[in-house]
């Protein structure tokens, strides 16, 4: 199975902590983020790796290279110094991800999931969605979860984690966001979902940052993603 890492976003809410870094590169435990993920990816058997990037993107490229010294093979899909959108990067990224369901995970994020227990959609699935607690800055969520299946309306409701098992098709039309897309797909009882409880944090402010960096230290840097 292949993944692709998103890791175009700005991080303007980094304020000055990402003004001379791409948020992706911020460090946790003592290397990057998106290290730690292509760590996590290659310990669990997925080392077919495609990162998208945009402001600043050299810098991810310098340090990952084509990822061999952590035993991945990575490929880049540049999208400039302006982001086109997580749908829209994606879908240019789609000739290097190939036909079968793809693992699509946010860079951001700092968490102990298993990504490779990712590895089958049902037949009538668009995607499978990882879904967690609603956090503090986002209480109303953006899925409800019944049956496996993720619905657009309901309670109790949760937070997209920023990752899941997605079919290439779901992005080959559609606008440049991937949320309205899969509130359509929701509505069209075409996305499976799991509720996870572990660790995980959406690296958005500097406030997260400093907990992910506190967590990592109490692990003594071992583990996260």
Partial sequence: M?????????GQRMQAVARQIPKPMLEVAGKPL??????????QGIRELVINHAWMGARIEQHLGDGGRWGAAIRY?????????????????????????????CADVWTDYPFGRLQALAPDAQAH?????????HPAGDFALAGGRVQSAG????????????????FRAGPTELGPELHRS??????????????WLDIGTPERLAQARAQGEARTGSAGV
């Fill in 77 to 105: 899909s540049p999208e400039g110094e302006q982001p086109t959108g997580t749908l829209a990067g994606v879908r240019q990224a789609l000739p290097l991800l190939g036909e079968a369901p793809f693992l699509l995970l």
């Fill in 155 to 170: 309670a109790p409701r949760y937070t997209y984690s920023g990752f899941g098992l997605y079919r290439p098709a779901l």
């Fill in 129 to 137: 969605l990882v879904l967690v607690d609603n956090p503090a800055y």
């Fill in 34 to 43: 998106l290290e730690h993920l292509v760590c996590s990816l290659v310990g």
């Fill in 186 to 199: 929701a509505a069209q009882g075409r996305l499976s979902g799991e509720h996870y409880t572990g660790i």
């Fill in 2 to 10: 292949r993944a692709m890492i998103l890791a175009a976003g700005r």
